[in-house]
């Protein structure tokens, strides 16, 4: 079976402070891991995806996230906040056979970036 | 390329009626999933369809359905519709059944009163 923890359903930081939003997974098999990024009244917006290559994964708008196996981690981060960040974050694991679409969602993280 | 279309992107509906959800994939994609959210369940998926046949079912109760047609298009159905089946309706797309080429559409929006 494969679950995501978010740990804190609302992170508050001031602009141009350091993101870190923190995932935990656990897995009986190698995961497939994704952050999402979710807009007011929008879909599910891909920020990058860990599929077994380099454990350092950038993604779009200055988000990375290290996979750490030891650790059972995937946690985001970005260096500084941006008003335009604000927005909720979906940590996700997949089976990394690949061959499903299934994805097991954490809860959520809110994200508020302060002026 | 056009995205993952959901159709229609609002509805409201009352108890005991049934509502059909429309989700046109990406052009080429033959994989469609599909997901509820809510503010007390979060996202859950519902299931998946990979060349007209279903694939893979979440835990939800069998008035929630769904198909996929030829070309690739899939509707979901509920019937009996209850107060906690309000919720935003995602469905993503990929080429085959693989999660990490997958692309999510805008959501249908349901509201029942």
């Known amino acids: 079976a494969q679950s995501v923890t978010q740990l804190g359903s609302h992170v508050s930081v001031s602009e141009g402070a350091l993101v870190l939003l923190r995932c935990n997974y656990s897995?009986?098999?190698?995961?497939?891991l994704f952050w999402y990024v979710q807009y007011p009244n929008q879909g599910l917006q891909l920020l990058l995806k860990?599929?077994?290559?380099?454990?350092l994964v950038k993604g779009i708008n200055g988000f990375e996230a290290e996979f750490k196996k030891s650790e059972t981690s995937f946690h985001l981060t970005k260096p500084s906040a941006h008003m335009s960040d604000a927005a909720e974050y979906f940590c996700a694991v997949t089976h990394g056979s690949g061959n499903t679409g299934k994805l097991i969602f954490g809860q959520g993280t809110t994200l508020q970036v302060k002026p | 390329k056009a995205g993952v279309t959901q159709t229609p992107r609002y509805l409201i509906k009352t108890r005991g009626q049934q509502v059909t959800l429309s989700c046109s994939p990406i052009s080429g994609h033959r994989s469609v999933s599909w997901y509820q959210q809510t503010p007390g369940q979060g996202l859950q998926f519902l299931f998946e369809?990979?060349?007209?046949?279903?694939?893979n079912k979440g835990n939800f109760p069998g008035r929630f359905s769904g198909r996929q047609f030829s070309n690739s298009r899939s509707e979901m159905n509920v019937s009996t519709l209850e107060l906690g089946d309000s919720a935003l309706y995602l469905c993503?797309?990929?080429?085959?059944?693989?999660?990490?080429?997958?692309?999510f559409g805008p959501g249908t929006r349901l509201t029942v009163l």
């Open positions: 897995s009986s098999v190698p995961p497939y």
């Open positions: 993503a797309s990929s080429f085959e059944q693989r999660a990490d080429t997958q692309y």
């Open positions: 369809y990979f060349s007209e046949t279903q694939r």
């Open positions: 860990y599929t077994s290559a380099a454990t």
